[in-house]
Structures are given as C-alpha cells and as structure tokens.
C-alpha cells in the first residue's frame, strides 16, 4: 500500500543569525560563512492513513522539525515530501498554503488560536478559508466543538478559556475539514497532567472512531505510552522506531 | 473578498482600541484642518475673483487690439454701435456695459486729487458691476446722467459732500484740457483704499464730453451666462469679432496677478496636502507595523492552517483601507461640521483688510465648500491609508511560517 506521506532524505540546516550573519562572515574573509546547524540528517520515513504516531526525543533533538516539514510549514535543506505519491516540498508558498488548508490539520504547543476570534469563529476559519457557506461551517464547526466537548464554550474568546478548553478547540479546528493527517506538536506540553490525559484520550478517540490519523511529538513518556507508533529521534536522525499495533 | 477576510481585518483593526482610536482621530484631524484650510482658501479666492469681476473687471471685457496694459486701457475702439449688435446676439453673454476709462483729476474748492475716472452706461452698470452695492450715501448716477459719485475717503480729503460741486479734469484726445463741472451724487464706501480714495463713476456721457471723444469708448465690460465656461465664451466672441481691431480678454488676463495669487495658494495647499499625506500614511505604517510584531506568530497560525501569502497581504491593506477610510469618514464628518458653521458664523480673516486695500474685500469670510479638492482629499487619504499598508503586507506574506511560530 502506498504510503500516505513519505520523507525522502530529509536534511534540514538553520542558519545561525540568519543570512546577514553569513554575508557578514564572508565579507571578512569568505571563510566564516555564519553558524549552521544540522537539525535533521538524510531522514527518511513513511507514515499510512489511520496512523497515531509520536516523534519521541529530548529537547533539540529535530522533532518539531520534523513535524514542520511534514506540515509543509518549514521547508527541508534537502531531500523531498512526498503526500500520496505527490511531490509537494517544491510547490510554491501558494500553493502548499492550499494544500495545507485542504489537507492537513495542526494543533500546537501553545494552542495558537486567534485572539479576536471566538472558539466557534477559529474552527470556522478553516472552512470560511475554504469559501464553505456560512450555515454549512457554523454547522460543522459546532459539530467539531461538541465532538471535543466544549461546545458550551463555542462563543468565547480564546482569553476566556482555560489551557486545556483551548487546545480542545485547537484540535476542533484541526479536524474540522477532515484533513488527511492532523499534526501535533507537543500538543499536551502546557497542560496538567488531568487534562492532558482527556485531550490524548480524545485524539486516540478520534482516530479510533473517526479514522483521523495523528502524527504528534512528545517527550512525555506518559503521553508516548498511548502512542501505536514512536519514533525516536536524536541529534536528526531516527534513533529507533517501534510498532504497538 | 471573502466574508472571512473582511471579519478578521475587521477585529483586528479593533484589538487595540486605544491605539486605534489615537491613529483614527489623527488622520480625522489632519484631514478636518486640511478640508478647513481648502475651504478657506477656495473662499478668498472666489471673493477675490467675485470682487475683482464684480467691481471692475466683469468676466470679459473687449478692448482696443493694440492696448498694451488691459487694466488701464488706453485706446480707443471705433464704432462701438457696431460690437453692440453682435454681443447683443451672442447666446454666451448675458449683459454688458461700455466704457471710458481714463486718468484724470478731481478737484473741490479744497483741495484736488488724481483719479481713475470710471465713465459708465448708469442704466447698464448696476447690472453689469456690483460698485452700487457699496453706495452709503446718495443715489447712483441719475437717468439724465449727470453728476459723479466717488468713495468715502476720497470726499474726506477733497472735504466734498453729497450735492457740493467738483470739477472734473483730464486731457482730451484733441490735445485740449478737458473740464467738467459736476455735483457729487453719491458717496460710496467699498472697504478698499484703491477704490474708496481714487476711483470715481460718471457717465460715458460726462466722460466723452470730458475726454471730446465722439463715440469711441475705451472697453466693453461683459458678464457671460456661464463663468464656468469663460474660455468658451471669449473664443466664441473673439470668432464673432474677427476683422475688427479689438480683443477680446477674460478677467484672468486682466488680473494676472489674482491667476498668480490662486496659483500661489494652490500650490501651499498641495504642499499641506502632502504633508499631512506623510503624517497619515507614517501614523498607519506605525500602527500596522506595531500591530505585526505583535501578530507574527499568529500570522504563522493563519499560513499553517491555509492562508497563502495572497490572503495575508489582503488582510493587512484591507485593515489600512479600514483605518483610511474610517478615519476618512471622520475627518470629512469634522471637517464638513467645521465648515458649515463658518459658513453660518462667518470667519473672521485678518488680511482681509491688507487685501482690501487693493480691492473691496469683506473680512468676515462665509466659508464655501470645494467639494472637487475635499473629495480628492478624502479619496487621498484613503489611498495613501493603503499605500502605507503596501510595506507591512509584503513583509508579513514573506514570512516564513514555521519561524513565524517560533516568534516569541
């Protein structure tokens, strides 16, 4: 079966300071180029449909890298993505904006709701983004707020919501389009262990029930335990991968 | 445009009231002072060119091919009957008047006083000139003609009053010296050192006598049915008049010096124009760049979860179109309330009284609209408003989005 994305020698560098620092090294000499960091090395990894995955490793280790560059949202120094079959890691700003609205969901670390939006108003975004109608994405987006419970918050605003309210309605927004693949970053890192425990129980709900696949990172061991697939990660490279199902 | 787009730029312009409101109420008030000052300015110049036209000028006057100085014309036009016919079937004017100008001299028992002698159709002018308005005391020009009225500073230094005698002076086109005796009639008092202490109104009649001219006159004075459409008018008589040795001037060519005045003010107001255009458009690239630190990251949300760079940039000249034009609106609602009272109050000018010494001017100013220039005005603004957003929303759809998340 094909996979659903696939990584082909994914190496990412950062350049350190940006590019001014390396204009700069080389104006004094041209042997100083800046500093750069290898984040990932020649990475390459395959995830299917239905998947709930963890990126594992210790801070700095590459995960949120990883999961960038799966999303489309960071570009790699090297190497290609590949999503059903489909090249996407050279398609313009453009382009890859509409393919992340159509076809992938994220929930963040920090939540990352918009703050003049009201809980309904966020999840509705993606949809109004996508020029659904205003009845049909009013509808699907207190459809998705009741899925994750908190429908009776739908018409606050982000400030008014506590942590784990807030990264419930991130994940209503993640899942609102039905997006192929829904990426996590650290998506339980701000929150008390009590309610870090629902959302992973909801997001393991979600992909159980709803066939939603998850691709998150986490150095949780707690939150890594629930995970039917870790991959560890150390220094960019895949250290080990293990299969739960 | 996306109800999407227009929701979010919408809250956005909000998210920070009180800085909002500050960059609202400056654009309002440099556009309010702006729309003030163009009033003002439009006002002067249509009182000075409804003065200069309405006193002395008319809109055209035809006058004697060869006449060098169109203000004080000197030579004569030959068979003035003949020009009547053809203004009097000209569509384009509407009524006129002919004249004999000439320097001359004034003298009571007294004392005596070189003038500009006005010789005017006293049946015609009141129609043609607006010098009757000023009359204080006395009456104009009787239907017989004779007598002279002359203005308030004038019969102060000549210390002649309604009904005392004066003789009038000037050299005759024959050579001789031409004399006239005459009863002051009227007493005026325009407000304007020139027209009040050296311009005097008799009768083309007296004047001719005065000057032993036959039937020449010096110019004809016209006011057109349609001011706007002045170089129409003047090109349709200057056709009808071909072949006779005249020309044919508007007011703008005789005084020249009101065009430079106009031109002048014009020109100040562009430049206050664009430098309130470059307070506005600073005073929105500040609150927009303001506003963009402190949104990078959610900029980095909207890319993740869809929104191209296209939609990033709509949003944020959308939101400086939304600041322009609300900041627009308040400006032309001030401006408009500002104008309107001094439209009923009057605004009082100080140099009314310098350039009344030139013409009659009334120092209290009653403010008009320039709705061309206000409009204008406003449309700059609300262009200049998303102009000053072009930098920001290049700059934010540049941005990449997984540094942008990172931004703390």
């Known amino acids: 079966m094909e996979p659903l994305i696939q990584l082909k020698n994914i190496t990412k560098v950062y350049e350190i300071g940006g590019p001014a620092?390396?204009?700069?090294?080389?104006?004094?000499?041209?042997?100083?180029?800046?500093?750069?960091?290898?984040?990932?090395?020649?990475?390459?990894?395959?995830?299917?449909?239905?998947?709930?995955?963890?990126?594992?490793?210790?801070?700095?280790?590459?995960?949120?890298?990883?999961?960038?560059?799966i999303g489309t949202i960071d570009s790699p120094t090297r190497g290609e993505v590949h999503y059903e079959g489909r090249k996407v890691s050279s398609l313009?700003?453009?382009?890859?904006?509409?393919?992340?609205?159509?076809?992938?969901?994220?929930?963040?670390?920090?939540?990352?709701?918009?703050?003049?939006?009201?809980a309904v108003e966020?999840?509705?975004?993606?949809?109004?983004?996508?020029?659904?109608?205003?009845?049909?994405?009013?509808?699907?987006?207190?459809?998705?707020?009741?899925?994750?419970?908190?429908?009776?918050?739908?018409?606050r605003r982000p400030d008014l919501l506590s942590g784990g309210q807030q990264q419930r309605v991130a994940v209503a927004r993640a899942i609102v389009h039905r997006p192929m693949v829904v990426l996590a970053d650290e998506p339980t890192a701000n929150l008390d262990s009590k309610t870090a425990e629902a959302l992973l129980a909801l997001m393991l709900d979600l992909n159980e029930e709803h066939g939603v696949t998850f691709l998150f990172s986490s150095h949780d061991p707690r939150v890594l335990s629930r995970a039917k697939r870790v991959i560890q990660i150390h220094d960019g490279c895949v250290e080990g991968e293990e299969d739960r199902e | 445009m996306s109800s999407a787009l227009i929701l979010l730029a919408w809250r956005n312009v909000w998210r920070n009231r009180r800085r909002t409101l500050i960059t609202l109420l400056s654009i309002a008030a440099g556009l309010a002072a702006l729309l003030f000052g163009q009033s003002l300015v439009y006002t002067i110049q249509y009182q000075l060119v409804e003065k200069a036209t309405g006193v002395h000028?008319?809109?055209?006057?035809?006058l004697e091919a060869k006449t060098a100085d169109f203000?004080?014309?000197?030579?004569?036009?030959?068979?003035?009957?003949?020009?009547?016919k053809i203004l009097d079937a000209t569509p384009e004017v509407a009524v006129y008047e002919r004249r004999v100008v000439v320097t001359g001299m004034i003298s009571s028992k007294k004392e005596a006083a070189g003038v500009l002698l006005c010789g005017v159709d006293p049946e015609r002018d009141p129609r043609v000139l607006q010098m009757s308005r000023y009359l204080k005391r006395g009456r104009l020009l009787g239907p017989d003609g004779e007598g002279v009225y002359l203005g308030d500073k004038l019969a102060a230094k000549l210390g002649v009053n309604l009904g005392d005698e004066v003789v009038l002076m000037g050299s005759a086109r024959d050579g001789s010296m031409g004399a006239e005796l005459q009863r002051v009639t009227g007493i005026f008092s325009s407000g304007s050192q020139t027209f009040d202490a050296s311009i005097i109104y008799v009768s083309i009649k007296t004047a001719s006598r005065l000057m032993a001219l036959g039937d020449e006159v010096n110019d004809f004075v016209i006011r057109v049915r349609d001011p706007m459409r002045l170089d129409e008018a003047r090109d349709e008589l200057a056709r009808r008049l071909r072949g006779r040795p005249v020309r044919v001037v508007t007011w703008e060519q005789v005084d020249f010096e009101l065009v430079g005045i106009r031109d002048y003010q014009n020109a100040l107001l562009d430049i206050v124009l664009c430098v309130i255009f470059l307070i506005v458009s600073l005073g929105i690239l500040n609150t927009l760049l303001m506003s963009l630190f402190e949104r990078v990251r959610e900029f980095g949300v909207l890319m993740a979860i869809g929104a191209g760079p296209r939609f990033i940039r709509r949003m944020i000249l959308l939101e400086s179109g939304i600041l322009g034009a609300l900041g627009g609106a308040l400006g032309l609602a001030a401006g408009c309330a500002i104008i309107l009272y001094y439209r009923k109050a009057g605004f009082v000018l100080p140099v009314g009284e310098s350039i009344g010494f030139f013409m009659p001017f009334d120092s209290v100013l009653f403010l008009r609209f320039d709705w061309g220039r206000h409009v204008t005005a406003g449309a700059a603004v609300l262009l200049t408003s998303v102009l000053s957003g072009l930098p920001p929303a290049f700059r934010a759809s540049r941005m990449k989005p997984a540094e942008s998340l990172r931004h703390i």
């Open chain 1, 21 to 69: 620092m390396g204009r700069l090294g080389r104006l004094r000499g041209g042997a100083h180029p800046g500093l750069s960091v290898t984040a990932l090395k020649q990475l390459s990894l395959d995830f299917h449909r239905g998947e709930f995955t963890a990126i594992a490793g210790p801070s700095g280790s590459g995960k949120s890298t990883l999961l960038n560059i």
């Open chain 1, 92 to 118: 313009r700003e453009e382009l890859l904006a509409d393919f992340r609205l159509r076809s992938l969901g994220f929930v963040f670390q920090a939540y990352n709701l918009i703050s003049v939006l009201t």
């Open chain 1, 122 to 155: 966020n999840v509705e975004y993606v949809l109004a983004l996508q020029g659904i109608g205003r009845e049909e994405r009013a509808q699907r987006a207190r459809e998705a707020l009741r899925r994750v419970g908190v429908e009776a918050q739908a018409d």
């Open chain 2, 57 to 62: 000028t008319g809109h055209i006057q035809i």
């Open chain 2, 71 to 84: 203000k004080f014309p000197d030579r004569y036009i030959p068979d003035p009957g003949g020009i009547e």
